[in-house]
Nanobody
Framework: QVQLVESGGGLVQAGGSVRLSCAAS????????MGWFRRAPGKERDFVAR????????YYADSVKGRFTISRDNAKNTVYLQMNSLKPEDTAVYYC?????????????????WGQGTQVTVSS
């Protein structure tokens, strides 16, 4: 059973940067596709980014492309989401997720394991 714990959220001004971390235990991030999702107030949980275990290829939602970067440190069993040029519309609870499944892995239903989430609030 993989357990995921996010950290690094907080309050930041528009245009600022935040790095989220997702520490995994009970499994090895290098063997899972790892994803980040977010849920804004009153909205559905949306895909943000993912990194495949096989080749470390990445994929981003259009809304964050060019501003966010997903990466992983296999030695630390940790996945990161570097968020730059933040906008108020990036305000959400951010969730880390892990999947053993094949496919595009752009949907939350494709992920087996989830963290508890960390709040990111971007002020204007």
């Amino acid at each position: 059973q993989v357990q995921l714990v996010e950290s690094g959220g907080g309050l930041v001004q528009a245009g600022g940067s935040v790095r989220l971390s997702c520490a995994a235990s009970g499994g090895t991030v290098s063997t899972y596709t790892m994803g980040w999702f977010r849920r804004a107030p009153g909205k559905e949980r949306d895909f943000v980014a993912r990194i495949r275990w096989r080749d470390s290829s990445t994929y981003y939602a259009d809304s964050v492309k060019g501003r966010f970067t997903i990466s992983r440190d296999n030695a630390k069993n940790t996945v990161y989401l570097q968020m730059n040029s933040l906008k108020p519309e990036d305000t959400a609870v951010y969730y880390c997720a892990a999947s053993e499944r094949p496919g595009s892995l752009l949907m939350s239903a494709q992920y087996n394991y989830w963290g508890q989430g960390t709040q990111v609030t971007v002020s204007s």
